[in-house]
């Protein structure tokens, strides 16, 4: 997996740790402000992501645990009430970025192409996904493995359905998302507590 420009995170998460964080993330009680702190700090040592903003019911998913991906989260990553991270096939999800509420990020595919035999009998393709610095998934958005990269500082509308590649600083909607503009030519990732 290639890695996107800026990142400073730690090495990927690992197994055991990521198993700890997945159930920690299902097993939360949203209600209670308390727990809600308390699960946020353990994540975030658990997935070495310092700053990782967590909100409620978020879901760092493998439904096929023999494809247990490598998880890698960069500082300042907010992930937004709702957010369902699919591991399976690995994720790079790198500084300061955010990924708003309900967003997906599916990194397996089931292979379909054999009509003779039910697709579950069919292979499962890993599918590797990185997120850049600095981007901004909107809510709901959808990213799909054959996406392979959200490149550093684009911003992915809401409900959008990401199924190939986002350049740098480009701004796609829709479903599909298509890039619908850029941001400023001379954009830098401002860093997000920077006034
Ligand atoms: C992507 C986004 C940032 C673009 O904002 P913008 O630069 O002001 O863009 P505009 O509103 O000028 O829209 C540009 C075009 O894209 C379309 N568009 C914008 N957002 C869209 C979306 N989410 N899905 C589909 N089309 C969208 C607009 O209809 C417009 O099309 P037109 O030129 O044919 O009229 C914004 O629309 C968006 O989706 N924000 C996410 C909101 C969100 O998730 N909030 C949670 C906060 S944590």
Redesign the pocket.
Known sequence: MTDPGGWTGEEAVGRRELQVARLLALQASNDIPGVRTLRARWLCSLLRAPGLKVGSGVRLDCSHPQLLGRLRLGRDVEL?AGTVLDVSGGLVIADET?L??GVMILTHEHAISDRSRHWRMQSIDARPVVIGRGV?L????IVLGSARTVGEGA??????IVTREIPPFA?A??NPARV??WRGRDARVAPSNAN
């Open positions: 937004g955010t708003s509420e901004w909107g809510a709901r958005a911003v992915v509308g809401a409900g959008s701004v909607v829709g619908v503009g």
